[in-house]
């Protein structure tokens, strides 16, 4: 699996501003009908539109990954590149309703951003009557505090953040694959189990040279002894559906990890033909976004040696994908 095939290359957004729904609070929630796969798809295809990359906007752990100033929790897969498109310096974000509970109130005319969650319902068979659980996707509005008036006491990042050097985040990697040096282009090799490099002197600069390592140890992270994904471990050819998906989750794997290693400049494809090749994928499958954010957030753990607890709902989708 090649860093850039076919028309799934590697990554950067245009510094375009987003522009999401301008809503708040319960009106928020039902603007839009269909499954929070559509909306999340929505969204995303709104800033393709737009010139933006969601997964191609650089941040440093510096300044922290966004997550939720109540209860302090991170966001996790396609809520990271949704909230980080937004530009906002601070990470911190919260709902309408906790934006109240704090005494604050958002400012008229502040546009809110769409974040999902799992949820595991039961339902009942009307024959046998025997419950199943299912896992089911739902979304709600989050702003940054940023857009917020009377918050008492605004909060400050993480000064002391620690951003992890790229070669330990590769010599650290549990299970890591042979990474054989020398060759013309990077790749993964599934029958192998190895990734092959350009010498570092072939890249731009050492940050291109990882963040393309990255993209192939996510790959990597497909192969049956690691976490099975079907396109790696089933080694379905270039040009299927599977694949793709699998580009996917190898580009936002690497942005996760480039993140975390203060990896802030890249060399990406922002061309016409990228977008284009995107927004006719995103249109056929309401669901690619979400699921191959969540395999690439699972890369990205294993890599990194991150436990996370998933919950069961989130777990029984993500094990499908």
């Known amino acids: 699996m090649k860093t850039q095939p076919k028309n799934i290359s590697n990554e ?3 510094g375009l501003e987003s522009h999401p729904e301008q809503l708040s609070g319960h009106n928020a929630q039902q603007a839009h009908k269909g499954t929070a796969y559509d909306r999340i798809t929505e969204r995303v295809i709104e800033l393709l539109s737009q010139g933006t990359i969601p997964w191609h906007k650089p941040w440093s752990v510096k300044r922290g990954f966004p997550r939720n100033l109540v209860s302090k929790k991170a966001y996790r897969g ?3 590149f949704l909230l980080h498109a937004m530009q906002y310096e601070s990470p911190f974000w919260l709902t309408f309703h906790q934006a109240q509970q704090l005494g604050a109130s958002v400012r008229k005319g502040e546009k809110a951003c769409p974040v999902v969650f799992w949820k595991r319902l039961e339902i009942e068979d009307k024959e046998s009557h025997e419950i199943e659980k299912i896992p089911m996707l739902r979304f ?8 917020l ?6 909060p400050t990042t993480d000064a002391e953040a620690v951003i992890a050097k790229p070669v330990e985040i590769v010599e650290n990697m549990p ?5 054989k040096h020398g060759m013309a282009a990077a790749f993964y090799s599934p029958g192998e189990d190895i990734v092959g490099m350009p010498n570092l002197e072939q890249f731009e600069s050492e940050a291109a040279y990882y963040a393309a390592l990255f993209h192939e140890l996510t790959h990597s ?3 049956e002894n690691r976490l099975n994904r079907p396109a790696v471990s089933s080694q379905k050819g270039f040009g299927s559906e599977d694949y793709s998906r699998e580009e996917l989750v190898a580009e936002m794997g690497a942005a996760f990890l480039c993140g ?6 890249r060399t990406l494809n922002n061309s016409a033909a990228y977008i284009q090749n995107w927004l006719t994928v995103l249109k056929n499958d309401n669901k690619l976004i979400v699921q191959a954010a969540a395999q690439a957030q699972k890369a990205a753990d294993f890599i990194l040696g991150v436990k996370h607890e998933e919950s069961p709902a989130e777990r029984q989708e993500t094990d499908r994908v």
């Open 221 to 223: 992270t497909g192969h």
């Open 12 to 14: 950067q957004g245009s």
């Open 78 to 80: 396609i809520n990271v």
């Open 149 to 154: 008036d009377g918050l008492k006491e605004m």
């Open 260 to 265: 975390q290693a203060g990896i802030e400049e």
């Open 140 to 147: 709600y509005h989050v702003f940054n505090v940023a857009q």
């Open 175 to 179: 299970l890591r694959p042979g990474i």
